[in-house]
């Protein structure tokens, strides 16, 4: 099963790239030649500054990943899943 990864705001999606990148031994330039821009639009999306959608997917493709639209709110196996992981369920 692939390992999903949630964010709500640009912070923590660019956290998210940045270790998805790491976690590929690329460095931001790799990254950025790969997409074709400037290694400092790397460095901004990784720290969730505004950069193009279409650099987002870019570098999204770069790095093998894609995004999928969810739904924010919990349902009902969510609440159950997210208890048995504190220990509560």
Known sequence: ?????????????GRMLRDER?????SQD???AA?????QTIADLEHG?????????????AIGK??????ARPDLEMIRAMLEESGNG
Do not use: E
């Open 49 to 61: 500054k505004n950069v193009g959608s279409h650099t987002v997917f870019a570098v999204l493709a």
């Open 1 to 13: 099963m692939d390992r999903i990864l949630r964010a709500q705001d640009s912070r923590t999606f």
């Open 30 to 32: 790799d990254v950025a």
């Open 66 to 71: 894609m995004v999928a639209i969810t739904d």
């Open 22 to 26: 790491k976690a590929l031994g690329k």
């Open 35 to 39: 997409v074709g821009t400037r290694r």
